[in-house]
């Protein structure tokens, strides 16, 4: 609910009832995707304020929210451990990734390490790759 695109787009702008990114690894290659659930009226106006939320962060993120957003992802993964089906889940995650078990503290010393240049570069390579974009209801409107 911090998130930039949870504040500008749902809280400020009020386009969408909900809207989140997540991210999908793959022993190749990844996906990076965000969802939004808005109006049929507010749909291409959300889908526009999304892809830019998006480039400026990707260009303007600060220490404070990798800070952050790093602590969220150890909180999620640590979180995930706690029950046999999340553990079972990981486990097999890890070995489809990586060929091995990686130890919950390995991950954490590797999210630890990340910088904020490399976090930016990151996400200018998401957001520079190929774009697929699925909707339900029809088609969008016009953004004004």
Do not use: N
Not at 7 to 32: C, K, M, N
Not at 117 to 137: D, N, W
């Amino acid at each position: 609910m911090s998130s930039r695109l949870f504040q500008q787009v749902r809280e400020e702008r009020g386009l969408a009832y909900s809207i989140y990114s997540w991210a999908q690894p793959y022993a190749d290659t990844g996906l990076f995707g965000v969802y939004c659930a808005a109006a049929r009226g507010d749909a291409a106006e959300a889908l526009a304020l999304t892809r830019r939320v998006l480039a400026e962060t990707a260009e303007t993120l600060d220490q404070d929210e990798l800070d952050r957003a790093r602590a969220q992802a150890k909180a999620g993964l640590l979180m995930g451990l706690e029950s046999v089906a999340g553990r079972a889940d990981h486990l097999a995650r890890q070995i489809q990734l990586h060929g091995r078990i990686v130890p919950p503290a390995e991950t954490v010393a590797q999210l630890d390490a990340v910088t904020l240049a490399q976090a930016r570069a990151a996400g200018a390579t998401a957001l520079g790759g190929g774009e697929a974009l699925a909707t339900i209801g029809g088609k969008l409107a016009k953004a004004a």
